[in-house]
């Protein structure tokens, strides 16, 4: 789902060489579509926090286990990561990827607690075109992709408590947007079994 | 007509702008000067639902915005009317002794406009520059009512960059 792509002009239809199929989709289009989700989901909820951590994250997380499941069928042949620090990177990395047509921009462990880790990106592509008003807070849009990490991570066998963040950036106009996740208990304790 | 069946929107904003004049010379090949007067922006509405003021300084409040945002839309409408060529949108460009008003409208009818010193050129990029920043950063937002005021961050930044761009490129020339 990222920006309208460019489109090779061929003058003639048989130079034009085979192609997978559509790799991405009309910004707008989502910007549209994910505009509405928002807007839908908030005449359904009574309060801010309800709108961002159930609604916005369960959509997320069904885009997630649906995501991780193609992607271990095509890139991985069926196989999946079961390391910590190899389900980052794949989040990272492959995941944002092909959503967002780019690795997120940096992916840190948390210095106070063992068990955080964080992604971060400068302009995460959902929130590109929303502004926060003023009276709603810290509500971040990018529930939704904390949701997508999330279902992610669950499926993988990683559970975790995923939240979205604005981090305010010095000499930056506008907050970067960071992922903070929090595994539970059992996976930190399996990955030190694991050594 | 168009207009009685088009809803009437009021909604103003004013940029928050106010350009230094000066005049610029820019000698062509053959030998002959042309002068560019380089413009002063008044201000700039758009005309919608909601209602904007983009700070023009305290010279205009919300009230003087809307009384400028209904006359224009009136006479706007009257002009369609009066028109003697059929199939007339309305005034594009209106120019006065002290100020030229350039107004785009969009296919919706919604109406943006922008008030600068006579003479000043490239008004209309501008005006459709504009237009694009608010299909992006107003209308792609979840948390804008429509018919309501304006009140995007994103918005706001994006158009002062576009109008001091927009300085910079008339102070170059």
Request: neutral net charge; contains cysteine; proline residues 3%.
């Amino acid at each position: 789902m990222i920006g309208v792509g460019k489109i090779k002009q061929y003058s003639n239809v048989l130079d034009k060489p085979l192609s997978k199929g559509k790799q991405e989709v009309s910004l707008s289009a989502f910007a549209f579509l994910f505009s509405e989700l928002v807007q839908y989901n908030q005449t359904q909820v009574d309060n801010i926090a309800e709108l961002e951590r159930s609604r916005l994250e369960d959509a997320g997380y069904a885009v997630g286990a649906r995501v991780l499941e193609l992607l271990c069928h095509r890139d991985k042949g069926n196989r999946r990561e079961t390391r910590l620090l190899g389900i980052l990177s794949f989040v990272h990395s492959t995941v944002w990827k092909v959503l967002f047509g780019k690795v997120a921009d940096s992916l840190e462990k948390g210095t106070e607690h063992e068990d955080e880790y964080m992604i971060s990106e400068k302009e995460l592509l959902v929130n590109r075109f929303i502004s926060i008003p003023k009276d709603m807070g810290t509500f971040n849009c990018g529930a939704f992709v904390a949701g997508i990490v999330r279902g992610v991570l669950d499926g993988a066998g990683f559970p975790a408590v995923v939240t979205a963040h604005f981090v305010p950036v010095e000499g930056q106009q506008r907050p970067r947007t960071t992922i903070l996740i929090k595994f539970a208990e059992e996976v930190l304790r399996r990955e030190a079994r694991l050594g | 007509m168009r207009f009685g069946s088009r809803r009437i929107r009021t909604c103003v904003f004013a940029l928050n702008i106010r350009q230094v004049s000066n005049d610029s010379r820019k000698p062509t090949g053959s030998g002959f000067r042309t002068v560019f007067r380089v413009g002063l922006i008044y201000s700039g509405f758009i005309f919608e639902s909601g209602l904007k003021d983009y700070g023009s300084s305290g010279r205009m409040d919300t009230n003087d915005s809307l009384r400028v945002a209904s006359l224009w839309h009136s006479m706007h409408a009257i002009s369609q009317q009066l028109s003697p060529i059929s199939g007339c949108f309305g005034i594009e460009l209106l120019q006065a002794d002290t100020f030229d008003l350039h107004c785009f409208q969009s296919l919706t009818g919604t109406k943006f406009f922008v008030v600068c010193e006579p003479g000043t050129q490239h008004m209309e990029g501008l005006l459709k520059h504009i237009y694009e920043l608010y299909t992006d950063y107003v209308l792609k937002n979840p948390f804008y009512e429509m018919e309501m005021p304006i009140r995007c961050e994103l918005f706001d930044i994006n158009l002062t960059q576009a109008i001091q761009k927009d300085r910079v490129a008339l102070l170059a020339r």
